[in-house]
Each structure stands twice: as C-alpha cells, then as structure tokens.
Nanobody, 123 residues
Framework: QVQLVESGGGLVQPGGSLRLSCAASGSIFSINDMGWYRQAPGKERELVATVTSSGSTNYADSVRGRFTISRDEAKNTVYLQMNSLKPEDTALYYC?????????????????WGQGTQVTVSS
C-alpha cells in the first residue's frame, strides 16, 4: 500500500502565499516524477507543476514565476510554494506521484493521487 497525504491548503487573501506539502508513505522502491494538479469547480483537472527525480521542473504558464515546486528525497515529500496568489488560483489541489514498487521480485511503476487540499484565494 502507498499513501499520499497532502497538507497546507487554506484561505488566503489575494497577493498572499501558501505552501502545500505532500508526503508519500508505504511500500516504496523509488519515487519518480512528482507533481501538483488542480481542479476548480466546473473545470477539468489541470497540471500545475511537476518535478522529476533528477530535479527538473515544469510549470503551467499560469503559475510560472509565482509558484515553486521542490522535493525532499529523504522525506519522500514534494512541496508547492505559492506566492502572489490570485482568485483564479482557487481550486482543489491534488498531489500526484509515479512510484516504483517491488512486487514478487518485479519492479513496476504506479501512479498515485492524494485526497486533495482546498486552496481559496479571496478577500
């Protein structure tokens, strides 16, 4: 079993900052790509940012320059520092991780999702 547990969401005023965390735990051989996605009411889930195991990052155009994704390998944790928040950043934010597990002597990669953490930007 593998779990992704997110934290750090909340209500913040426009221009404010929040830091999201997502910790992976369980039967893990290695963690490959990790990322954050978000889904606003009535909209499809969209990519926010990803980071590879080697540290390469990718951002949606809408957040580039305001958000920073990072990871702590020792803690199996990915972070999303969100600055200069805007009302349009309001959404349910989901953590995603591609995790390799060893099962019956075989290595296989699986994709896991967290339960989501709400971010609301409003005055």
């Amino acid at each position: 079993q593998v779990q992704l547990v997110e934290s750090g969401g909340g209500l913040v005023q426009p221009g404010g900052s929040l830091r999201l965390s997502c910790a992976a735990s369980g039967s893990i051989f290695s963690i490959n790509d990790m990322g954050w996605y978000r889904q606003a009411p009535g909209k499809e889930r969209e990519l926010v940012a990803t980071v590879t195991s080697s540290g390469s990052t990718n951002y949606a155009d809408s957040v580039r320059g305001r958000f920073t994704i990072s990871r702590d390998e020792a803690k199996n944790t990915v972070y999303l520092q969100m600055n200069s928040l805007k009302p349009e950043d309001t959404a349910l934010y989901y953590c995603n991780a591609k995790i390799t597990r060893s099962m019956w002597g075989l290595l296989r990669e699986y994709a896991y999702w967290g339960q989501g953490t709400q971010v609301t930007v409003s005055s």
